[in-house]
C-alpha cells in the first residue's frame, strides 16, 4: 500500500472510531487504527508497517491512551512482527489476513495489560476473558471490512 | 541491510517508548508536559473526526426521521382513503334518505297510498330495441302488470312482466312504450313513443301540428288520456324538433327518469283516481335537468280526462289529432 492509501485509510478509521464512540457499551471494544496498522504490515514493508503502527498507535495514545506509548509502543510491535511474518508467508489471503486480524486483536489487548503491569499502571483496559474475547471478534470484524474495502480496490499490496 | 536497520530502528523506538512510559510511570514533569503538547497537536484530528462522524450520525438520524415521515405519510394516507370512503358513503346515505322521503312524500298524496317503493337492481336494458329494469318487488308485494312506474316525480315506466319477487319495468323510453302526454303550456295533446335514434333517454313525440308553439326546454306531461297513466305526471323535456311533414313536427323528448337516475321507484297501481302532477311551472325554456335536480309536481293543476277517453296507449288519439 502507498503511504497516501495508509493516510486514507487511516483517516477513515479515525472516523470509524469516532462514529464507534458514539455507540454505547460497546463502541469502545474496537479498534479501526489497530487494523489499519495490520493492513499495512500485510505485504511484509518493515519500515512502513513500523511506522505506521508507531503514527496510529501514538495517535491513539494521544486520544484514548492512559498514557502516552503504550498504543504505539503496542501496535508498531504487532505491526513489525507481522510484516516479519509476512515476509516470508503470504499473509495477503482472505485467511491468514483474517487470521492477521485476529492475533493481532489479541495481543494488542496482550500487550496492553503486560505494559500496565510492567509500570505498576492500572490501565483502563484490563478486561475480563469475554470482554476480551468480545473485542477480539470486534477487531477482527473490522480488520476485515478493512480488508475487503483494500482487497476489493487491488491496492493491498 | 535494510532489514537488520529497520529491526534497528524498532529496538530503539520500543526503548524509548518504553523509556517515555516509565518516565510517565513516575510522573517525571517533563513527560506530562510533553504528553499534554502532544495531546493538543493531534486533538484537532480527533475534534475533526468527531465533527464528521456527528454530521453522518445526523445524516442517520435525518434518514430515520424521513423513513419515519414516510411511514407515517403511508399511514395517514390509508387514513385519508378510508375516511373518504365512509365520507362517500355517508353522502351517499344523505342522497338516499332524501330520495327516500320524496318518495314518503309522493305516498302521502291522494292516489299513492297503495304504492309499493322498490330498488331498482339491474339494468335490462340491450341492444337499440330495449330500455328495462328490474326492480326488487314482484307478485308478493301485490304488485301486477300494468302498474306504472314513478321516481324522483316523473313517469318512469309500467310494470310488463313480473314474477314473486321482481318485476321487470318498461322505460318510457322503450320502443314500445307509448304514453298519452300533454304539452304542459300549451296543453296539446300527443303520444310520445321511445326510439332508438337518438339517445336512449330520448323519446319521441310525432305528428304534432306545426301552429302549436314549442320550443326546447318546454315540459312534457302525462295527459291521463290513455287511461293507464294518471294525468299531470312529468314525462320529460324537449330538446329538439324536426319537420315531420309539411303540417307536422316530429319532436324529441328527454325523458326525465332513466336507467342512470334511477335508484328507488314507486309501483303505483293504474287505477288510481285522476290526478295532476305538473313539471316545474311556467318557464318556457327549462333547463337541461341534472339526476336529483327533477323537481315533484304538485297536484290540482291540470284536467281531468275527458269522459271516453280511449282505454290504452297507441288508442288515446290518433297521431295529428291531437286535441287542444
Known amino acids: ?157 | 541491510m535494510g532489514e537488520r536497520l529497520a529491526t534497528l530502528v524498532y529496538v530503539l523506538i520500543a526503548i524509548l517508548l518504553l523509556a517515555l512510559m516509565a518516565a510517565q510511570a513516575q510522573r517525571i514533569e517533563s513527560t506530562e508536559a510533553m504528553t499534554t503538547a502532544f495531546r493538543s497537536t493531534t486533538g484537532s484530528i480527533w475534534q475533526g473526526a468527531v465533527g464528521v462522524a456527528g454530521g453522518l450520525r445526523q445524516i442517520g438520524e435525518n434518514y430515520q426521521l424521513i423513513v419515519g415521515a414516510r411511514e407515517e405519510r403511508q399511514r395517514l394516507m390509508e387514513r385519508i382513503n378510508r375516511l373518504e370512503a365512509e365520507n362517500a358513503r355517508a353522502a351517499e346515505l344523505v342522497q338516499e334518505n332524501r330520495r327516500l322521503r320524496e318518495m314518503l312524500a309522493l305516498r302521502g298524496e291522494p292516489g299513492f297510498s297503495q304504492a309499493v317503493v322498490a330498488r331498482v337492481v339491474a339494468d335490462l336494458s340491450s341492444g337499440p330495441l330495449r330500455r328495462a329494469v328490474r326492480v326488487d318487488r314482484g307478485r308478493r308485494d301485490g304488485v301486477l302488470p300494468g302498474w306504472i312506474v314513478v321516481a324522483r316525480g316523473a313517469l318512469a315506466g309500467r310494470v310488463n312482466r313480473l314474477d314473486d319477487d321482481w318485476s321487470e319495468v318498461l322505460l318510457v323510453s322503450d320502443p314500445e312504450s307509448g304514453v298519452a302526454v300533454r304539452h304542459q303550456l300549451d296543453r296539446f295533446a300527443g303520444i310520445l313513443r321511445g326510439g332508438n335514434r337518438g339517445p336512449s333517454t330520448f323519446a319521441r313525440l310525432e305528428y304534432v301540428p306545426r301552429d302549436q308553439a314549442v320550443a326546447v326546454g318546454d315540459a312534457v306531461v302525462t295527459s291521463g288520456l290513455d287511461g293507464v297513466y294518471p294525468p299531470g305526471l312529468l314525462v320529460g323535456y324537449v330538446r329538439d324538433m324536426a319537420g315531420d311533414s309539411p303540417l307536422t313536427w316530429r319532436i324529441a323528448v328527454e325523458v326525465a327518469v332513466d336507467v342512470s337516475n334511477m335508484e328507488e321507484v314507486l309501483l303505483v297501481p293504474p287505477t288510481m283516481k285522476p290526478r295532476t302532477r305538473p313539471a316545474p311551472p311556467s318557464a318556457r325554456v327549462q333547463p337541461a335537468s341534472p339526476p336529483g335536480t327533477v323537481t315533484a309536481p304538485t297536484p290540482g293543476t291540470a284536467s281531468a280526462p275527458a269522459p271516453g277517453a280511449a282505454s290504452g296507449p297507441g288508442a288515446t288519439t290518433a297521431p295529428g289529432t291531437a286535441a287542444r
Do not use: C
Not at chain 1, 471494544?29 to 498507535?57: C, E, I, K, Q, Y
Open chain 1, 1 to 157: 500500500m502507498t503511504p497516501l492509501r495508509v493516510l486514507l485509510l487511516a483517516l477513515l478509521a479515525v472516523v470509524l472510531k469516532a462514529l464507534l464512540a458514539l455507540v454505547p457499551q460497546v463502541g469502545w471494544l474496537s479498534d479501526p487504527l489497530l487494523a489499519v496498522s495490520v493492513l499495512a504490515a500485510l505485504p511484509g514493508r518493515r519500515w512502513a508497517a513500523m511506522f505506521t503502527g508507531l503514527v496510529l498507535g501514538g495517535f491513539e495514545d494521544a486520544m484514548f491512551g492512559p498514557w502516552l506509548g503504550l498504543h504505539a509502543f503496542s501496535q508498531m510491535t504487532i505491526a513489525f512482527t507481522l510484516s516479519i511474518i509476512a515476509s516470508k508467508v503470504d499473509m495477503l489471503q482472505p485467511f491468514p489476513a483474517t487470521l492477521a486480524m485476529t492475533v493481532a486483536a489479541f495481543a494488542d489487548w496482550g500487550i496492553q495489560i503486560g505494559l500496565a503491569a510492567l509500570f505498576n499502571r492500572t490501565a483502563d483496559v484490563v478486561p475480563g476473558p469475554f470482554l476480551w474475547l468480545a473485542a477480539v471478534a470486534a477487531n477482527t470484524i473490522v480488520g476485515i471490512l478493512f480488508y475487503r474495502l483494500v482487497a476489493r480496490r487491488g491496492s493491498l499490496a
